[in-house]
């Protein structure tokens, strides 16, 4: 067993961007190695997908056959486990998406090993990073026993450059699949929050997070955020709860912003969140934990009680208006 193997991920020929940030983790850890990093893509017809970013695998397979048009773990496990035995990898690498989340763990364990989920960095060894208790630790893994490791990766913890699309060699590969023995029934997918509200050109941002406890409480940001001209943004939780639009969301299944100013309420600081605003010029955070891992991307951390602070931040900027 030698190489890197990252499996790709697509739908209905269009690549999850999750997908490079993977290939960067799988190149990493090839590199670590000094041995190759290959690619794999599951699908009917994804021979003739254009890559797009600027690192590229030493080689690419499509893995192909009509079973797997439509996503099922079923034929997903037995695809993958015989590219597995045919190409032998010794790491197995996946964006950490909830179709991974799926399917991975089952074919981990078709060869007797367990899934390194979430994982946020690679160091030499190798070893493998992946946070605790809302980001407050972090713990080392080391795979020990035979077999090929598999991971995950978190979204937002590799940086993948794109570049022009260009078409890349792909060796067919049709796994031999008994479409009987496939119990799954593909269901409606999970919607990923619809973007009417175009927060990416917003200058100024306040975005509320699950500190503010419930829905009826939001007014109290939403006053900072009119007294401030800002727009208004939340964490996953308070759109999943309906609290907010989801077009508000930012993350990484929500909007991606780059405010001059990003006002962070009660929110902790989940590398999902992180994603989509640590590109923003200024953050200032307030929470009631010291530790909370928003102060480490905050350039001005108020540790306090949110429902104190707020409103006489507010009275303040309104009082500086006149
Ligand atoms: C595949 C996937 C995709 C995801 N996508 C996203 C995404 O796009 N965007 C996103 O945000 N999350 C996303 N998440 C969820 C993410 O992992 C976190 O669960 C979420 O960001 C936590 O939201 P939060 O910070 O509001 O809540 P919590 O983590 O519960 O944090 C609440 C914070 O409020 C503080 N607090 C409590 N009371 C007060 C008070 N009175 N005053 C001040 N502070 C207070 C607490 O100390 C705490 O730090 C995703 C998760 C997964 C698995």
Redesign the pocket.
């Known amino acids: 067993m030698s190489g890197v193997l990252v499996v790709m991920e697509q739908r209905g020929g269009a690549w999850n961007r999750m997908s490079f940030e993977a290939f960067e983790a799988g190149l990493a850890l090839a590199n670590k190695l000094g041995t190759d990093c290959i690619a794999a893509v599951v699908g009917e017809s994804v021979q003739s997908m254009a890559w797009d970013s600027k690192s590229q695998p030493n080689a690419m397979y499509a893995v192909e056959n009509g079973a797997l048009k439509e996503y099922t773990s079923d034929a997903f496990v037995e695809a993958l486990a015989q590219v597995i035995k045919k190409l032998q990898p010794a790491y197995v690498v996946f964006p950490?998406?909830?179709q991974v989340r799926d399917f991975a763990p089952a074919l981990a364990t078709r060869f007797k090993q367990v899934l390194i989920s979430d994982v946020v960095a690679v160091h030499e060894g190798p070893v493998f990073v992946r946070q605790l208790l809302?980001g407050k630790l972090n713990a080392d893994y080391k795979h020990s026993s035979q077999g090929p490791c598999f991971i995950s990766v978190q979204?937002g913890s590799f940086r993948a450059e794109q570049a022009p699309a260009s078409a890349l060699t792909m060796e067919v590969f049709t796994p031999e699949l008994d479409a009987t023995k496939v119990r799954n029934r593909p269901g409606e997918r999970f919607r990923e929050s619809a973007q009417t509200v175009d927060l990416s050109s917003a200058p100024v941002i306040v975005s509320v997070?699950?500190?503010i406890?419930e829905q009826e409480n939001i007014g109290v940001v939403e006053e900072l955020a009119t007294a401030l001209g800002a727009e208004i943004a939340a964490?996953?939780?308070?759109c999943d709860n309906g609290w907010l639009p989801m077009e508000r969301?930012?993350?990484?299944?929500?909007q991606t912003v780059s405010p001059k100013l990003y006002l962070a309420?009660?929110?902790?600081?989940?590398?999902?969140?992180l994603v989509?605003m640590k590109g923003s010029k200024t953050v200032i955070a307030?929470?009631?934990?010291e530790n909370?891992p928003?102060f480490e991307v905050a350039d001005y951390g108020v540790v306090?009680?949110?429902?104190e602070i707020v409103p006489a931040l507010t009275k303040a900027i309104q009082n500086a208006k006149g």
């Open positions: 950490h998406t909830y809302q979204a997070g699950r500190g406890g964490s996953r939780p308070i969301q930012v993350g990484s299944s929500g309420v009660g929110i902790s600081g989940a590398i999902q969140h989509g307030i929470n009631k934990d909370a928003i306090g009680d949110l429902f």
